[in-house]
């Protein structure tokens, strides 16, 4: 609204709270209480924003192990469509339970599995 009335673009706190005051007075009818979220509803906003931040790295660390396959081992592309699948994670993520084996065992132990 403000862009309307001072087309400059400038901010300026005195014109703001004209504005403000002129808004409060022409339209008091329009206007309603502001009624704050409830306890559960910011903890399930906070959720929701976790989550979206989880799913984000997640696509962030596909995208980067994708990146990094087309460039040293392309055929792991062709042999997994899709890098978001259990075998998948067993096979890149899992590589501390795997022990003492070498990658290719645990790569081959996993497709067996």
């Known amino acids: 609204m403000r862009e309307a009335l001072y087309p400059s673009g400038a901010k ?54 994708t990146s990094h396959l087309k460039i040293y081992f392309p055929q792991m592309l062709d042999w997994f469509k899709q890098l978001d699948t259990e075998l998948c994670r067993r096979i890149f993520c899992n590589s501390s339970s795997v022990g003492q084996r070498s990658k290719s065992a645990s790569i081959a132990v996993a497709i067996k599995n």
């Open 12 to 65: 300026d706190d005195p014109r703001d709270a004209d504005l403000l005051l002129d808004v409060l007075q022409q339209h008091r009818d329009k206007l309603r209480r502001l009624v704050p979220d409830t306890e559960a509803t910011r903890r399930v906003q906070n959720l929701v924003e976790e989550r979206r931040k989880l799913v984000d790295e997640k696509t962030e660390q596909t995208n980067r192990l």
